[in-house]
Structure formats: structure tokens, C-alpha cells
């Protein structure tokens, strides 16, 4: 009873502050967003406050214990986490979005491969001319030495 009761707890704990994170990003940006996006912006808030609150407890905690044992999500611990990863799934968004509108990324993508095989192709044609070029004037000598 007692093991699906801290399972239970485990999954309240990874999974509720991401849905806060959805709500409180929705209201900030006021736009409607396909259900994609949404599941894609659910799995993004999941592992960030996920890997937050594990670097918080990894760096706070007197004992290194092993993480996601049956034995750690007590009621206390499990309070004490839902709060703290309530906190941080509410202010999450905000830092994102100040985060997204001061910083701009641009990104240019280059074929290579084609520009490559091109390019390759390229100096393949030229060698095999020149070859050819080079054997035809050693033909031309020899014929020339012959005469």
C-alpha cells in the first residue's frame, strides 16, 4: 500500500508543475496553440523542472540519496517538492519568454553534401581531362620521336 502510494506520489510530482507551466505560458502569450504544441510544450516544462529540482536536491540534500527510490517520496519530501517545483513551474515561463523576445537566433542551413558531390564531381571531370589531356600529348611525343 504504502509503494503505490510514494508511486503515486512520484508522478503527481513530475508531472503537475508542467501543466502549470502550459497554463501560466498561455496566459502570457494569449494565443491558442494546436494540441502538438502543447503536448511538445508539456514534455519541454517536464524535464526542465524535472532536472532543476533534481539538481536542487542533488546540491541541498545531507545525504546523497538514490533518486526516485520508494523510500524518498515520503508525504513530507512530496510536499516539500510540489511546493517548491510549483514556484518554479510558475516563474519558468516568464524567464522563457524575456529569455525568447531579448534574444534572437538565426539560424542558416547550408547544403554541404550537394555542394560536396559537386564540387568532387567537379575535380573528377578536371583530373580525368587533364589525364586525358596529358596522355594525348604523350601519344603526340612519342609519335613526333617516331617521325
Same mark, same amino acid.
Given at each position: 500500500?504504502?509503494?503505490?502510494?510514494? $508511486?503515486?506520489?512520484?508522478?503527481?510530482?513530475?508531472?503537475?508543475?508542467?501543466?502549470?507551466?502550459?497554463?501560466?505560458?498561455?496566459?502570457?502569450?494569449?494565443?491558442?496553440?494546436?494540441?502538438?504544441?502543447?503536448?511538445?510544450?508539456?514534455?519541454?516544462?517536464?524535464?526542465?523542472?524535472?532536472?532543476?529540482?533534481?539538481?536542487?536536491?542533488?546540491?541541498?540534500?545531507?545525504?546523497?540519496?538514490?533518486?526516485?527510490?520508494?523510500?524518498?517520496?515520503?508525504?513530507?519530501?512530496?510536499?516539500?517538492?510540489?511546493?517548491?517545483?510549483?514556484?518554479?513551474?510558475?516563474?519558468?515561463?516568464?524567464?522563457?519568454?524575456?529569455?525568447?523576445?531579448?534574444?534572437?537566433?538565426?539560424?542558416?542551413?547550408?547544403?554541404?553534401?550537394? $555542394?560536396?558531390?559537386?564540387?568532387?564531381?567537379?575535380?573528377?571531370?578536371?583530373?580525368?581531362?587533364?589525364?586525358?589531356?596529358?596522355?594525348? +600529348? +604523350?601519344?603526340?611525343?612519342?609519335?613526333? +620521336?617516331?617521325?
Amino acid at each position: 500500500m504504502l509503494q503505490e502510494r510514494s $508511486g503515486s506520489m512520484f508522478f503527481i510530482c513530475m508531472l503537475m508543475p508542467a501543466s502549470i507551466s502550459i497554463i501560466t505560458e498561455k496566459k502570457i502569450e494569449k494565443k491558442e496553440k494546436s494540441t502538438n504544441e502543447l503536448i511538445l510544450k508539456y514534455l519541454f516544462y517536464t524535464f526542465l523542472i524535472t532536472t532543476i529540482m533534481n539538481s536542487l536536491i542533488y546540491i541541498f540534500s545531507s545525504d546523497k540519496m538514490i533518486f526516485y527510490s520508494s523510500s524518498t517520496f515520503t508525504y513530507d519530501f512530496c510536499l516539500k517538492y510540489m511546493w517548491i517545483s510549483m514556484i518554479i513551474a510558475f516563474i519558468l515561463p516568464y524567464i522563457l519568454k524575456v529569455i525568447s523576445v531579448n534574444i534572437n537566433i538565426d539560424l542558416e542551413i547550408k547544403k554541404k553534401r550537394n $555542394g560536396k558531390k559537386k564540387a568532387e564531381k567537379k575535380e573528377n571531370t578536371e583530373k580525368v581531362e587533364k589525364t586525358k589531356n596529358s596522355n594525348t +600529348k +604523350k601519344k603526340t611525343r612519342k609519335s613526333d +620521336k617516331s617521325n
